[in-house]
């Protein structure tokens, strides 16, 4: 069972800034894709942005260019770095990690998520 702690959450103002850190109970945090997801009231949960094993991002359209997901193997975290943050960036914000082992057997953890307000 992995564990996954965030931190970092808050109340931003519209246009200011914000970081978020997932730190990972497990020694394999390196074989994991890892990322941030969202979920604001009455919606389904989204992706936000993951990174891969290899170091690749993915991002969602709605936070190209003003999100940055970085992630730290030998801290075993993941940071999520919210610039020009917008009222509809509201949400609980969970970490994620994942990883498929064999065919479509996966291992997916997921945190207790921390709340992100925009509100001036």
């Known amino acids: 069972q992995v564990q996954l702690v965030e931190s970092g959450g808050g109340l931003v103002q519209p246009g200011g800034s914000l970081s978020l850190s997932c730190a990972a109970s497990?020694?394999?945090?390196?074989?994991?894709?890892v990322g941030w997801y969202r979920q604001a009231p009455g919606k389904q949960r989204e992706l936000v942005a993951t990174?891969?094993?290899?170091?690749?991002?993915n991002y969602a359209d709605s936070v190209k260019g003003r999100f940055i997901i970085s992630r730290d193997n030998v801290m075993k975290s993941v940071h999520l770095q919210m610039n020009s943050v917008k009222p509809e960036d509201t949400a609980v914000y969970y970490c994620?990690?994942?990883?498929?082992?064999?065919?479509?057997?996966?291992?997916?953890?997921w945190g207790q998520g921390t709340q992100v307000t925009v509100s001036s």
């Open positions: 994620n990690a994942d990883r498929r082992i064999v065919g479509d057997y996966r291992l997916t953890y």
């Open positions: 497990t020694s394999a945090f390196s074989l994991y894709t």
């Open positions: 990174i891969t094993s290899g170091d690749s991002p």
